[in-house]
């Protein structure tokens, strides 16, 4: 199985740390968030990695050169030149990937109690993404229908909305917090080719949601942290200590 971890990014919210560090490499309970992560898809089963960098580059570089790449195959995908955001950062990284297997996209700042494995099975062929969603409270969610296919996206304190549709009753759609972590089939590189060089992959879901399967996947139990902000990694560990425990009461 293989997956993506965007790990490029300047991590503005995360400073003053980092001036002098990747957000990819601030510390939770001891471990960057980038082995966290890493460690957490070896678990799961994924055995090829593809990372992306832009933001202090060499010191990522060199810290899976001194881990050995975790013992499985890791690929870096440089954005030294240019930042490309996250659909641009999948489209750059096509090469990395084969024309029939499903790639799974992870945010290296999110930290969640989420199965991978279950969650990678859980993606159908006829589906060109598979998102995972929950009620977590959040100022901006993804809108779907009844049967969990995107239709839009939602500014909760602003109103502003994104879709396809012409006309979309807001008050019918289901509203989920988008994690970060998603399933995409190898099938949308071939429709990033009219797409420029750096552009969102939620404005490339929502331009095909009226024309492509696009589904959520809602989690119900789902814990999840995202590590942006300096105040937050106070309560890193100790939601890392808890998910853990919880997990192997369940083992």
């Known amino acids: 199985m293989k997956a993506f971890i965007f790990a490029a990014g300047l991590g503005t919210r995360l400073k003053p740390l980092t001036d002098t560090m990747p ?16 460690l957490k898809l070896k678990s799961a089963g994924f055995d090829e990695i593809v990372v992306n960098v832009h933001h202090f580059a ?3 570089l060199d810290f899976l050169t ?3 790449n975790f013992g499985i195959k890791i690929h870096v995908s440089d954005e030294r030149n240019l930042l490309l955001e996250t659909g641009g950062a999948v489209k750059h990284a ?18 969640s109690n989420v199965d991978l494995a279950d969650f990678y099975i859980k993606h159908q062929h006829d589906s ?7 009620n977590r409270k959040s100022s901006r969610n993804l809108l779907f229908d009844e049967k969990n296919r995107l239709m839009g996206w939602m500014n909760l304190q602003t109103n502003e909305l994104k879709t396809p549709y012409e006309q979309l009753d807001v008050a019918r759609c ?4 988008f994690s970060g972590i998603h399933i995409i089939s190898p099938k949308v590189f071939e429709m990033m080719n009219t797409w420029g060089e750096k552009f969102s992959i939620v404005d490339f879901y929502l331009s095909l949601a009226k024309q492509k399967n696009i589904q959520a996947v809602v989690n119900s139990n789902l814990r999840l942290l995202d590590v942006g902000k300096v105040d937050v990694l106070q309560d890193a560990e100790s939601f890392l200590l808890e998910i853990c425990s919880k997990t192997d009461s369940l083992g």
């Open 128 to 134: 060109l993404a598979t998102l995972l969603v929950s």
């Open 94 to 111: 096509a090469h990395y990937f084969s024309s029939h297997e499903p790639i799974l996209l992870h945010n290296v700042d999110i930290l």
């Open 66 to 68: 001194q881990k050995q």
């Open 23 to 38: 957000k990819a490499l601030v510390p939770v309970a001891e471990k960057p968030l980038l082995e966290h992560l890493i």
């Open 58 to 60: 060499e010191q990522i």
């Open 174 to 177: 289901r509203s989920f917090a």
